[in-house]
Nanobody
Framework: VQLQAFGGGLVQAGGFLRLSCAAS????????LGWFRQGPGKEREFVAA????????YYGDTAKGRFTIERNNAKNTVNLQMINLKPKDTGVYFC??????????????????WGQGTQVTVSS
């Protein structure tokens, strides 16, 4: 499985971006698809995911109310719409796929397919 993330860029605070992740190699219908980010000098942080078990969306605290995750099983894609971006949202955003139980959905170690990441920079 190969995941490719794109859509990052430089945006001013308050702006918006839409990240996309496309998978190839096999269908990810049976996998949880998620987004994580890693800021400079920081650990990888959970942003959002759509669980493969119930197709519900789950969000990290920093994403609630501002980010929306959507998956399209037919297209093998997962997108992340981000609005009202803040400088603290700066980082490399990775899409991941795995089969975590719901209680572990925010764990990066529970996702074992990863894209190469796309840089998001939010200026103040």
């Amino acid at each position: 499985v190969q995941l490719q993330a794109f859509g990052g860029g430089l945006v001013q605070a308050g702006g918006f971006l839409r990240l996309s992740c496309a998978a190839s190699g096999r269908s990810l219908r049976g996998y949880t698809l998620g987004w994580f980010r890693q800021g400079p000098g920081k650990e990888r942080e959970f942003v959002a995911a759509v669980a493969h078990t119930n197709m519900r969306a789950y969000y990290g605290d920093t994403a609630k109310g501002r980010f929306t995750i959507e998956r399209n099983n037919a297209k093998n894609t997962v997108n992340l719409q981000m609005i009202n971006l803040k400088p603290k949202d700066t980082g490399v955003y990775f899409c991941g796929a795995g089969r975590p139980i719901i209680s572990s959905i925010s764990s990066s170690s529970a996702h074992y397919y990863w894209g190469q990441g796309t840089q998001v920079t939010v200026s103040s």
